[in-house]
């Protein structure tokens, strides 16, 4: 029983760590080169949101891999969308972000 526990944790937190290791090449692009084409903050915003959810999940479960995991992507996306938020507000761009773009789509239906 103990092995299972450790093995599924174990997957967990590998899953994890590839997981964060996907964000880096991002984190660099926004950071070192100041570049933040194709980087859409609505998007970002709801990863946040999911991610605090999954984290809560996670100490529900009592899951040290959930909470892990998506507690340091949590801190490295919210990274990201800072150094996003940076970028825009010093070209002088609008932000759009999760509620700005619910009210953008349903404005547009009316």
Do not use: C, H, R
């Not at 290791?21 to 570049?35: D, E, G, L, R």
């Amino acid at each position: 029983m103990v092995d299972s526990v450790l093995l599924i944790e174990g997957v967990g937190i590998l899953a994890g760590v590839l997981g964060l290791i996907a964000w880096m090449p991002q984190t660099f692009q926004i950071w070192v080169n100041k570049k933040n084409d194709g980087v859409s903050l609505a998007t970002l915003s709801l990863i946040v949101v999911a991610l605090i959810l999954w984290t809560v999940y996670g100490f529900l479960k009592s899951s040290i891999s959930l909470i892990m995991a998506n507690g340091i992507a949590l801190l490295i996306i919210s990274f990201v969308a800072l150094g996003v938020v940076k970028i825009k507000l010093a070209n002088g761009d609008k932000l759009i972000v999760l509620p700005n773009l619910l009210i953008t789509i349903f404005d547009k239906e009316q």
